[in-house]
């Protein structure tokens, strides 16, 4: 019986780490209106600046900046300290384009 490589093991786990992020960010973004997660996707998916983003839903560019900054505030408080030291930025743009 051959032992599995070293490279396949990690791997595996890595597959298994990035499935786990993609689950914790999905529910932290689940937990946001529909507003805070166009707003996070025009500026993280698209990005687009504050400015444009405020053009287009009609809000001062200060206005988007304070959305995104307690949108990502209430991501951060949403998901468990484990959770957030785990999460990979990679993680978190693919949960945001979906």
């Known amino acids: 019986m051959a032992a599995r490589s070293p490279t396949r093991s990690a791997s595996?786990?890595?597959?298994?780490a990035r499935a786990e992020d993609r689950a914790t960010a999905q529910r932290a973004m689940a937990t946001l209106t529909a507003r805070e997660r166009d707003v996070l996707k025009m500026r993280f998916?698209?990005?687009?600046?504050q400015a444009e983003i405020?053009?287009?839903i009609?809000?001062?560019q200060m206005q988007?900046?304070?959305?995104?900054?307690?949108?990502?505030?209430?991501l951060h408080a949403t998901t468990t300290p484990a959770a957030r030291a785990e999460m990979t930025p990679d993680s978190a743009r693919s949960v945001v384009a979906a």
């Open 54 to 56: 405020g053009a287009v």
């Open 64 to 74: 988007i900046s304070r959305i995104i900054r307690k949108t990502i505030a209430r």
């Open 58 to 60: 009609g809000v001062t």
């Open 45 to 49: 998916e698209q990005d687009m600046t």
């Open 12 to 16: 595996v786990e890595d597959g298994y």
